[in-house]
């Protein structure tokens, strides 16, 4: 079995703040770990504040991780300084807000062709290729869009255009940051079939970050279920959404309507503040309705279940 392209190991963020009178460490990210195939689409699924940006920007190099490893295609980018060097040409982002990703002051040409300059990848005629890269995400007529502004483009047609610059570096792996949340419903599902046709004809791997699991169950193979820095349930994805074993997932999955899904269980929602992820027993604990004794005791350990499926509760060790 060949390698993964990327490979994610027991990566951890601590962020410090200092006032007057202490120094305060938050743990936005702990012992989180997954790998990526090409062609394969993993979506990251949690609540605001749960870790999902933060570990999408390590993964960009755009914040350091604490500890930790990420390998690309079998070189490690805390190691390799020269990784480091080339990662815009391995690894791109599509961030959430297409209305912010885009500098005003610029055309569309120029912000889809600097790139391509600063990276020394152009071939043959610069304007040609930008051409190219607009047909590719469905900006046709492409002359028509190449000299405009983007206050003269609509919230999907911006997205595109991000999508656009990311293609022109050629990267292997695309992390894209819940990047239909700031759309329409109809232009969001849009995007998302050009992004799973891109990922069939580039042969990417493709990372979702998002807060809704009908969209990764839509995009993705396997489904990574985040909740305050940790990774509690992980799996093939339709395995993952028809049968839930982490009770935080059964909650997301419950709190999403669906006209045709039988009520078989009832939860009482438990209100309680999240709890950081540098505790040693389970950050779930104070919300969980099924909580006993020792998940607020003691540390939880990765349960392996059947097809590749793992959850993180004690209800399973």
Known sequence: MSKPLLHVNELEKVFSSRSMFRKKQVHAVQDVSFTLEAGEVLAIVGESGSGKSTVARMLTNLIPATSGDIVYNGESLRTNRQLRKKLPTFVQMIFQDPFAALNPHHTIGYIIGRPLQVHRLTQGDLRSRVLELLRKVGLS?????????????????????????????????????????????????????????????????????????GSARYMADRIAVMYAGRVMEYGPAEELIQNPQHPYTKLLLYSSPDPWREQTEVFEVVEAQVQDASGACCSFHNRCPFATDICRTKPVAIAQLENGHQVRCHLYA
């Open 141 to 213: 007529p492409e002359e028509d869009f190449i000299d405009k502004y983007p206050y003269q483009l609509s919230g999907g047609q911006k997205q595109r255009v991000v999508i656009a610059k990311v293609l022109g570096l050629a990267p292997k792996v695309i992390i894209a940051d819940e990047p239909t949340s700031m759309l329409d419903v109809s232009i969001g599902i849009d995007i998302m079939n050009l992004l799973l046709d891109l990922k069939e004809k580039e042969n990417l791997a493709l990372m979702m970050i998002t807060h809704n699991l």
